[in-house]
């Protein structure tokens, strides 16, 4: 039986890992090419075309169809002309299409300069109140809006820093830097050096601990910043991370 278009998009996303490609780059056009195939097939159902759709089935229409629907920034429109070119490439290499057949169903179709949003920094003055607002949600939340303000981590960064990257004595934190994968040691400055002092004493005492010392030093592996478990409950009009009278809501590990 013929190959259909979904088995053709799961054996290039197999290719493309054999490929060495970072996984960011498999996952973000295995995405585009899986929504590419639904919409097809739905297409294909359309036209009274039994089985699902298949490679020879595809015309410049089907193509259109997918770029209507995927909406967003250029660079979204970018990133998924550049797999699907990829994709008819392979599909006229394996033979599932005549020669020349990505040409003919992508047109014209180019890559365009993506205009970026511009950025909003936020002033120095404006810190503490951003620091108190946060601190009336949770401690924890005060605590990772002082990291990103003072060390400028992205959230993924925050989110995988543990208790032993965090130095009081030298005053420093460690930061694993996933886009360059490497880590990189940076100096806690005195405001920074406060906030987590408070922070680490109430994880500490929340936690069962006497200090932050001591919970640094028992639990090493334990997240900076926990997870912490959200509940639909409401107190004055806000969602509470907790419900009334109950125990801690940290999620440590």
Request: include cysteine.
């Amino acid at each position: 039986m013929a190959v259909t278009l979904k088995q053709a998009v799961e054996s290039h996303i197999e290719e493309l890992v054999s490929q060495g490609l970072a996984k960011s780059t498999v996952t973000c056009r295995a995405s585009y090419l899986r929504r590419f195939a639904r919409k097809s097939d739905e297409m294909a159902k359309s036209e009274g075309k039994r089985g699902g759709c298949r490679p020879a089935h595809l015309t410049p229409a089907y193509v259109a169809r997918f770029f209507a629907a995927v909406g967003g920034s250029q660079g979204n429109r970018n990133n998924a002309l550049l797999a699907l070119r990829r994709f008819f490439d392979w599909l006229e290499r394996m033979r599932y299409v005549e020669p020349n057949t990505a040409v003919w169903l992508l047109g014209g179709r180019k890559i365009a300069a993506a205009q970026r949003e511009p950025k909003y920094y936020i002033k120095a003055e404006h810190f503490a109140t951003m620091l108190d607002i946060a601190g009336e949600w949770h401690p924890g939340e005060r605590a990772m809006i002082a990291i990103a303000l003072y060390t400028l981590c992205r959230s993924s960064e925050i989110a995988f820093m543990r208790l032993k990257h965090i130095n009081l004595v030298s005053r420093t934190v460690s930061i694993w830097r996933a886009k360059t994968k490497r880590w990189t040691e940076m100096a806690i400055c005195p405001e920074l050096f406060d906030e987590l002092n408070t922070w680490l004493a109430w994880y500490a005492n929340d936690q069962g601990y006497a200090t932050a010392a001591e919970m640094i030093e028992k639990c090493p592996e334990w997240y900076v910043i926990p997870k912490r478990q959200y509940y639909a409950g409401k107190i004055d009009g806000r969602t509470t991370p907790t419900p009334p009278s109950s125990g801690s809501s940290l999620r440590s590990v």
